[in-house]
């Protein structure tokens, strides 16, 4: 199984108290936005490129609030996912990424329980994912 990183972004609107969800044309899904990691990118580099690509949008990252494991048959994957609090800091709504095939096809708000119905994996719900944090740091480049 080949090794695949992935690094989503958990936008959370305090104000109305939804999540920002993208619907995924390769796998016919909801998910956050993310993706997989690209050779030289850090996983918040990821995570921030991703949502842009995938909502328009000009994301901060912060803290990890969930990390999630599995093994893929369909794709032969064994992806480690990790998802991170993002902060909408500047862009306007709108998909980046619309490839029919492996695109994004549909970006929306949603409510805490339609959010953690999406996401059945994240076992204790989405509220239990926004009181997460757990710290992450690059250490550099080291030889």
Same mark, same amino acid.
């Given at each position: 199984?080949?090794r695949v990183?992935?690094?989503?972004?958990?936008?959370?609107? +305090?104000? @109305?108290?939804?999540?920002?969800? #993208? /619907?995924?044309?390769?796998?016919?899904?909801?998910? *956050?936005? !993310? !993706?997989?990691? +690209?050779? !030289? +990118?850090? *996983?918040?580099?990821?995570?921030?490129?991703?949502?842009?690509?995938?909502? $328009?949008?000009? %994301? +901060?990252?912060?803290?990890?609030?969930?990390?999630?494991?599995?093994?893929?048959?369909?794709?032969?994957?064994?992806?480690?996912?990790?998802?991170?609090? !993002? /902060?909408?800091?500047? $862009?306007?709504?709108? %998909? =980046?990424?619309?490839?029919?095939?492996? $695109? %994004?096809?549909?970006?929306?708000? #949603?409510?805490?329980?339609?959010?953690? @119905?999406?996401?059945?994996y994240h076992?204790?719900?989405?509220?239990? *994912?926004?009181?997460?944090? %757990?710290?992450? #740091?690059? =250490? $550099?480049?080291?030889?």
């Amino acid at each position: 199984m080949k090794r695949v990183d992935v690094a989503y972004s958990l936008i959370h609107d +305090e104000v @109305e108290n939804k999540i920002l969800m #993208v /619907k995924n044309n390769k796998y016919n899904n909801w998910s *956050l936005p !993310g !993706g997989a990691v +690209e050779a !030289g +990118e850090t *996983l918040k580099m990821t995570a921030i490129r991703e949502a842009k690509e995938e909502t $328009g949008l000009t %994301i +901060e990252v912060d803290d990890i609030v969930s990390v999630n494991e599995a093994f893929m048959t369909k794709d032969d994957h064994h992806a480690l996912f990790v998802t991170f609090k !993002g /902060k909408i800091v500047g $862009g306007e709504l709108a %998909i =980046q990424d619309k490839d029919e095939k492996v $695109g %994004i096809s549909e970006v929306k708000w #949603v409510d805490l329980d339609t959010a953690a @119905e999406l996401m059945p994996y994240h076992k204790n719900g989405v509220k239990t *994912l926004l009181a997460s944090s %757990i710290p992450y #740091v690059f =250490q $550099g480049v080291r030889n």
